[in-house]
């Protein structure tokens, strides 16, 4: 379900902390929103050579499941336009180069940052996720296991872990689709619980772009299809980042 | 915002996973519910006496505004009907003695479990929170410090990292206040972004207990309330919990 009519953007402006004080939110070029830029979006997010770990790889505790599904996808970015994402430690990896509208300051980068899904570094215990992304159908799938980490009734997945995972599936899907940078909603709808070390499969869309918000979908299931684990709405705003000046 | 009418009951019942299978929901009695009930969930989940580690205690990470207003909260557990709930590092310490519904069989507790929102024992560098509960009035306070480990943009908390904390919050008011085990729905929207190490106020109310479900509403704020981080609805069903049978 997409709530339509959504006013956030305005009344964003009206608080203090998101873009330092009340102002014109920045409008977007459509064609650059959506157009050769999602190319360079694309090349930007996924350098061809890095030093940085790409923690979207797998590893030993990745179920069978989750691995040939991985490799699935791998064969469908030789032949059908998928791309795998890379993930980093921090998504100021991710934005080398870039920088936050006025207003949101970036702290001192001498703490050990760490993007929230990639927060547990032991593998197994915590995320363990890859994204493939579909830029001309604009949309996503993550492949997710829960370790025993994120465990919220004994035995299975914390409700939050998932809305975290749906929510940073949207976040990079919006960012590369449109740059959409930051979540203006999410209604979430629970089905069943995803038992811890299996793998939810969430399939994302982004529906529709309408004044400088993406609005997007999300589906997680199992594997066959057969279990629904949750549905998901989320709204993005557009926000372009500009190139940071050479000190 | 709370929605109405909401089916999630009967469809959960369709499924197979969450409660093993089509199956009627248990009925439960309102005076077990909300009366003395609620005394006896409570000091089942307070126990006087553990050798758990109680990870909602004052560290050294904790600023200043955090410290304050645990002081401020801690008093009024001596005079105003608060009670400062402990945090041990799984649900099932939480829920020693008792088993889940039938078709949620439990994993082997070999592996080293941990409720999501503890699953950075590092102080200060991932979840920092307490919770006080007003049992007579259903409502929950929680002051959480988001650390450099749960980073979105740079900087600030992940919006999945809020999300998971506000449905904890919800989680630990529901079953006190209701027997309420499972989210249903999650609906958030965001306001402003919480700077990494400052504090966000989360206020939880139960609003309505109707047909089963408990329908709650968080608003997380800066300790002024001049800034609104975000507001959200959530609904929570209620099933009770089992004694488990000596072995």
Redesign the interface.
Known sequence: MIRRGFQ?AV??GQ????FGGPQVLPRLNPTSAFGSSTDSLVSRFCPEKTDLKDYALPNASWCPDMLNLYQEFLEKTKTDGWIKLPSFK???DH?QGLK?PSG????S?K???????R??PVEG??YEYVIFFHPSEKKSICLFQPG??????????????L??????TF?KTAYLAGEG?????????????I???SLAVLNVHVEKIEDQKLYMSCIAQSRDQ???YAKCSGIFLQLQLEEESPQ
Chains 1, 2 share one sequence.
């Open positions: 956030v009344r964003l608080h203090r902390a998101l921090s998504n100021r934005i936050l949101l300051a970036v702290a980068d703490s050990d940052w760490r993007i929230f899904t927060c547990i215990q915590g025993p980490y994120l465990e919220g009734a004994p035995g299975f997945a914390h409700g939050g872990s809305a975290a995972m749906m929510d940073e976040s940078l930051f979540t203006v909603s999410l209604n979430i709808r629970f089905k069943n619980l038992p811890v070390g057969q279990t629904v």
